[in-house]
């Protein structure tokens, strides 16, 4: 796979695990998980894809056949499989998948009320954390007991947002989410970042629903944008990557910008809090205790210079 020829930036931290996840649909999650994880992959990383979408469109995408998505994540959160036994190679070298399968769709009634539901996956995955350098789970939209036990099991969180009118609307919904889930569960996912998809600067409104976004969340947003490319749209047809379908196209380019920029941040966020990262796979610790006087909680941390997202 061609990767550009300049070196990438060095990551050599532990494992991050992160969570591409929006409550909206087709906002490019699979589509951000599949060639972000190929670019990492591309560049030497171990990478695992966890596809966590009913309709295994990240699966596909990397050309498993609609026949074989069995055995696959839905084994791991309906029925306790091991997860060793369930990674498999892809024809990418680094890269490996876990494929999703049409009953993942029923987690949210088969588990019930059953306790410690949302953390079945964080548990899950502790015996193969030392075999990968990240760990990236492609999410449905929504936010069902599935996602939660993404965002549970990861370090951080990805968001792709299409520049539409109000988009920040639905990361602020997500963000607020991620909180409680840290006030109720004790589990800590920082967000890693904002990623700007589909943009089209012939439209009108693109580039003013961009700024608009720019302005809110500031350095949450990643400086790489990914543009409308139809190269894109096509890959997945082929049951490709952008990489393998045309390395040449400006998604594939964008795709590794993206990747070089997640190495960044991954160890800016390693750098700022080796605490938070190191030895994280034990059973959740109990939220910070409320802040003398103020009585809030602290929330979760963000990483980029701009400090809380709200
Ligand atoms: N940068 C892009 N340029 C052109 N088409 C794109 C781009 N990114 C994604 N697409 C296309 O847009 C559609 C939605 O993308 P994708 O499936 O990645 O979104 P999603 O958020 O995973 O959707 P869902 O909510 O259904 O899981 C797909 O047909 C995909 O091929
Ligand atoms: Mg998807």
Redesign the pocket.
Known sequence: METGSRAPPRYDGPLMITAVV?KK????????SVNLAAALAGIGKRVLLLDL?S?A?ASLSLGVPRSSLAPSTADIILRHASVEALVRETRIPGLHIIPASADLSTADQTLGMVSGRELILHRALAPIKPLFDFILLDC??SLSLVPVNALMASDTFLV?VVPHFLAWEGVSNLVSTVSRLYERLGRRTDLLGIVL??VDYRTKAARTNVDAIRGKYRDHVFAIE?????R??EA?GNGQTIFEYDAAAT?ARAYRLLAAEVLIRASARHRMAPYAVAGDDDEPSPPDQPDEGTGAVAPPRFWGAGGGVR
């Open positions: 929006s649909g087709g906002v490019g999650k699979t589509t951000t979408d309709q469109s449905p939209s792709p998809t589909m990914i543009r409308t490319n139809t894109l749209a997945p998604g």
